[in-house]
């Protein structure tokens, strides 16, 4: 049973740690960036921009409990949220367009978090750097494939802004280990990765909702919905919809293997630097117009080759519904391997890790200490909230987990695995330079961006 993400959160906020210095993640990992703005006080003054919904307060809390950090703004669609969080902190400005926090309060932050819906994460994200502002922003980084050049565009314009997503459960030690283990080489030359997650429900629980699209209603009075949809176009309020079960839908989320890429695709992007993939297929039992498919297998190629992969495509197979890979075609005695799991098979053994562990290695098909596999290095346990707050104060231990620069491609992989179940068994080659599928029109007119409603286009970065 997937554990939820607050109890991920209370539980790992004990014991959350990254990787000790050194350029362990090489070009993936971001230690430390010069300041762009001086920081008032000794803070970082830090504007909130959705306040409320299911991850909003728990980012909160944990930002605030570093002794560096100050909520100077809070904006949120949802009056009832901001009136709570206002009351909690009252000498913060409120807004409920984050579009007035930017045009009117710029001068009183100096960075922003994003906890907002899938569709409006880009926009925000790189306005907040188009201004000089450091920016934690939730997972997935972006929601349409076109926005994986623009938020590349803006690390590279910005680069001494720290940038970090929501990615906590890089911080328990195991799926370190992982990314360790598999960057040095400890069990050879990858072969293939499985990647696996056991949701979403075929009808609808708290995040997800597959009970099909209701009639128009009129929105709860305390949501503002013309700023909820935001930089999406124009479309009624329907229940089983907002405020929180968007995520299934193809309009505003990302679905199951979108919502969970940063979670489970991280540990591949990290330890083999992987950049974008050339191609995807995807198939599903039930497609649908209106949400994301449901039961999808796929798999995403990429060049292989070199010192890293024993052959020159790595594949990544990338499943819902809990549908891991046969032990036995591995060569693995019987067990389960549960319900989520990020699986990677070697030219000398197989190593598997969960969302949050534990973490498994076996050799010739028995399973092996892997603590005593030689050549590791040290783990040092961080805050994976607090690493992004000492990396703006300039620490020189400081330690951001997932920047920008690498979220960006787990984003990638997982929006193409989500959309190709658009079109079922075509493998579709993808040009991440022309941000197009080379063999399928259709799919690069109809997958790949949209069109953004006249005042909330993102910004443009040379």
Excluded at 14 to 38: D, E, N, Q, V
Excluded at 102 to 112: Q, Y
Excluded at 181 to 186: A, K, P, V
Aim: hydrophobic share 40%; proline share 7%; with cysteine.
């Amino acid at each position: 049973m997937n554990i939820t993400r607050r109890q991920m959160i209370a539980s790992s906020s004990l014991a959350l740690g990254s990787l000790a210095l050194g350029g362990a993640w090489g070009c993936t990992a971001t230690k430390t960036a010069r300041r762009t703005l001086p920081l008032r006080n000794g803070k970082l003054q830090i504007l909130q921009v959705g306040v409320g919904g299911t991850i909003a307060p728990a980012d909160r809390e944990q930002l605030l409990a570093h002794p560096g950090i100050a909520l100077v703004g809070i904006c949120d669609v949802d009056s009832d949220a901001l009136a709570k969080v206002s009351h909690e902190h009252p000498s913060a400005f409120t807004c409920v367009d984050w579009r007035e926090a930017f045009a009117k309060h710029a001068d009183k932050f100096d960075g922003v978090v994003v906890c907002t819906p899938d569709h409006n994460h880009a926009v925000i994200m790189s306005t907040a750097m188009a201004a000089n502002k450091h920016v934690y922003g939730q997972k997935p980084l972006v929601q349409q494939l076109s926005e994986v050049a623009l938020m590349d565009n803006a690390v590279r314009a910005r680069p001494d802004l720290v940038t970090q997503v929501g990615n906590q459960r890089m911080g328990p030690p195991a799926r370190q280990h992982a990314v360790d283990i598999l960057r040095r080489g400890l069990l050879g030359k990858a072969i293939e990765a499985h990647v696996w997650i056991d949701g979403p429900p075929d009808d609808g629980n708290f995040y997800f909702y597959y009970g099909g699209l209701k009639d128009p209603s009129p929105p709860p009075a305390n949501l503002n919905w013309p700023l909820w949809l935001g930089s999406a176009q124009d479309a009624p309020f329907r229940e089983g919809l907002g405020p929180v079960r968007w995520r299934s839908s193809w309009d505003y989320g990302t679905g199951q293997l979108g919502d969970w890429c940063t979670h489970l695709l991280d540990v591949l992007v990290f330890a083999y630097d992987l950049g974008s993939p050339f191609a995807v297929a995807a198939q599903t039992r039930y497609p649908s117009d209106f949400y994301h498919a449901l039961h999808v297998e796929s798999v995403v190629s990429y060049h292989g080759g070199g010192t890293r992969f024993a052959n020159p495509v790595f594949p990544v197979h990338y499943c819902d519904k809990a549908q891991a890979p046969s032990r036995a075609a591995l060569g693995l005695p019987p067990g389960d391997f549960g319900g989520i799991g990020t699986l990677v098979v070697c030219e000398e053994g197989v190593l598997c890790v969960g969302s949050d562990g534990p973490l498994q290695v076996w050799r010739d098909g028995q399973e092996v200490d892997w603590t005593k596999l030689p050549g590791q290095r040290a783990i040092v346990e961080r805050n994976h909230w607090h690493s992004w707050v000492d990396a703006i104060h300039g620490k020189p231990d400081a330690f951001v987990q997932s920047p920008f620069s690498a979220a960006v491609r787990m984003a990638e992989a997982g929006l193409l695995c989500s959309k190709a179940a658009r079109f079922p068994g075509k493998e579709l080659r993808w040009d991440r330079p022309s941000l197009s599928f080379t063999n399928c029109e259709e799919a690069t007119r109809t997958i790949v961006r949209r069109e953004y409603r006249t005042g909330f286009e993102p910004p443009q970065f040379a």
